[in-house]
């Protein structure tokens, strides 16, 4: 009977021993993230393309701006102590790049609403929230690293609009032909 | 004749067409844009985040991973540690016109505090003399095991974040 017993507490030893292994913190279960704060981020920019029009005359120093502007509405939603900005740039130092030739992004330029058009050689605020979407530094088209003129450092919840203009300068080596690209509007926060 | 008259209205079209895609806008939202969440550490999670086309063309998305680092308010964006294994169900989408499209992922070997990114880029229509515009949105989710994880993360990242701000 007392070997019994024996037998008994060991095999409930050896059950409760084995339960834990399934318990939270093993890699072997999977749980589920449990995210406890409600955020969302809205970009649309219209249109999706930037055109230069398909015949423009080819003379060195010449300043060719986009045939429409893009107009871009960023709405968020984010927690109370957000730091947001919205930078455009390149990902390279080659705007544009085709048969036609290249355009460095020292000869394109953005304009924020009405500001200034600033040429695409600037970097980011390096103690601010950083882009993530391939921008490199060097290659930012803002003026001081503080992202588009309507900064959404601010509210937490709002929103904002940014139209921009796009332009370059013809460099020398430039022939007829096909130049493309792609801007990258990037928004940053933590 | 007939034949050439056919010829001009498909030449004719399909302009048409291409004009009207490069007057599309490019849009997303993307949610949760931050969160954070508990995790034990190499303890195995999963997690989603989705993505919504508002717009009136299909978006083409893709998601790129990544694990933000700090250290005296000098961020980084940096690829995952060997240690940290994170699997997308798919690391790029084309989304039809005002549909949501859901990453689930499952991360594990979360060994400390971490800023898991999560790089949503939207590609724009190409242009033969121009350029797309691409948009690049962040999904944060701050991991770790405890209350406050993404104060005390930005906090070892020397980001000092203000009330209101």
Same mark, same amino acid.
């Given at each position: 009977?007392?070997?019994?017993?024996?037998?008994?507490?060991?095999?409930?030893?050896?059950?409760?021993?084995?339960?834990?292994?399934?318990?939270?913190?093993?890699?072997? #279960?999977?749980?589920?993230?449990?995210?406890?704060?409600?955020?969302?981020?809205?970009?649309?920019?219209?249109?999706? #393309?930037?055109?230069?029009?398909?015949?423009?005359?080819?003379?060195?120093?010449?300043?060719?701006?986009?045939?429409?502007?893009?107009?871009?509405?960023?709405?968020?939603?984010?927690?109370?102590?957000?730091?947001?900005?919205?930078?455009?740039?390149?990902?390279?130092?080659?705007?544009?790049?085709?048969?036609?030739? #290249?355009?460095?992004?020292?000869?394109?330029?953005?304009?924020?609403?009405?500001?200034?058009?600033?040429?695409?050689?600037?970097?980011?605020?390096?103690?601010?929230?950083?882009?993530?979407?391939?921008?490199?530094?060097?290659?930012?088209?803002?003026?001081?690293?503080?992202?588009?003129?309507?900064?959404?450092?601010?509210?937490?919840?709002?929103?904002?609009?940014?139209?921009?203009?796009?332009?370059?300068?013809?460099?020398?080596?430039?022939?007829?032909?096909?130049?493309?690209?792609?801007?990258?509007?990037?928004?940053?926060?933590? | 004749?007939?034949?050439?008259?056919?010829?001009?209205?498909?030449?004719?079209?399909?302009?048409?067409?291409?004009?009207?895609?490069?007057?599309?806008?490019?849009?997303?939202?993307?949610?949760?844009?931050?969160?954070?969440?508990?995790?034990?550490?190499?303890?195995? &999670?999963?997690?989603?985040?989705?993505?919504?086309?508002?717009?009136?063309?299909?978006?083409?998305?893709?998601?790129?991973?990544?694990? &933000?680092?700090?250290?005296?308010?000098?961020?980084?964006?940096?690829?995952?540690?060997?240690?940290?294994?994170?699997?997308?169900?798919?690391?790029? &989408?084309?989304?039809?016109?005002?549909?949501?499209?859901?990453?689930?992922?499952?991360?594990?070997?979360?060994?400390?505090?971490?800023?898991?990114?999560?790089?949503?880029?939207?590609?724009?229509?190409? &242009?033969?003399?121009?350029?797309?515009?691409?948009?690049?949105?962040?999904?944060?989710?701050?991991?770790?095991?405890?209350?406050?994880?993404?104060?005390?993360?930005?906090?070892?990242?020397?980001?000092?974040?203000?009330?209101?701000?």
């Amino acid at each position: 009977m007392k070997r019994l017993k024996v037998a008994a507490l060991l095999l409930m030893l050896c059950l409760f021993s084995a339960w834990p292994a399934h318990a939270a913190g093993d890699a072997s #279960t999977t749980v589920s993230l449990s995210a406890t704060m409600v955020s969302a981020l809205t970009v649309t920019c219209t249109p999706s #393309t930037v055109n230069f029009g398909a015949s423009v005359p080819i003379i060195n120093g010449f300043v060719v701006t986009a045939t429409t502007p893009v107009v871009c509405n960023f709405t968020w939603s984010t927690p109370a102590n957000s730091m947001l900005a919205a930078y455009v740039g390149f990902s390279s130092n080659i705007a544009l790049t085709g048969t036609a030739g #290249t355009i460095p992004t020292s000869d394109f330029a953005v304009q924020d609403n009405s500001g200034a058009f600033n040429p695409c050689i600037g970097n980011w605020n390096i103690n601010n929230a950083i882009p993530g979407g391939g921008l490199t530094q060097g290659n930012i088209c803002s003026n001081g690293g503080q992202g588009l003129s309507n900064t959404f450092e601010g509210p937490n919840v709002g929103s904002s609009t940014e139209t921009l203009t796009f332009q370059f300068t013809e460099p020398t080596n430039l022939t007829p032909g096909s130049l493309s690209g792609s801007v990258i509007i990037d928004i940053a926060y933590l | 004749m007939k034949t050439i008259i056919a010829i001009l209205i498909f030449i004719s079209c399909g302009f048409a067409v291409e004009a009207q895609q490069q007057r599309l806008p490019n849009g997303i939202t993307l949610s949760p844009a931050i969160a954070e969440a508990k995790i034990k550490p190499n303890q195995k &999670a999963r997690g989603s985040f989705t993505v919504t086309n508002g717009t009136l063309a299909p978006v083409n998305v893709i998601v790129d991973p990544k694990l &933000a680092v700090g250290k005296n308010g000098n961020i980084e964006m940096v690829p995952l540690p060997f240690n940290m294994d994170v699997e997308l169900d798919s690391t790029s &989408a084309r989304i039809p016109p005002q549909q949501t499209y859901t990453f689930d992922f499952t991360v594990s070997g979360v060994s400390q505090p971490s800023a898991l990114v999560f790089n949503v880029k939207a590609a724009g229509a190409h &242009a033969n003399y121009g350029a797309s515009v691409a948009i690049s949105i962040p999904s944060y989710f701050y991991l770790c095991d405890g209350k406050d994880c993404r104060n005390k993360i930005l906090q070892s990242f020397g980001v000092r974040l203000s009330k209101g701000n």
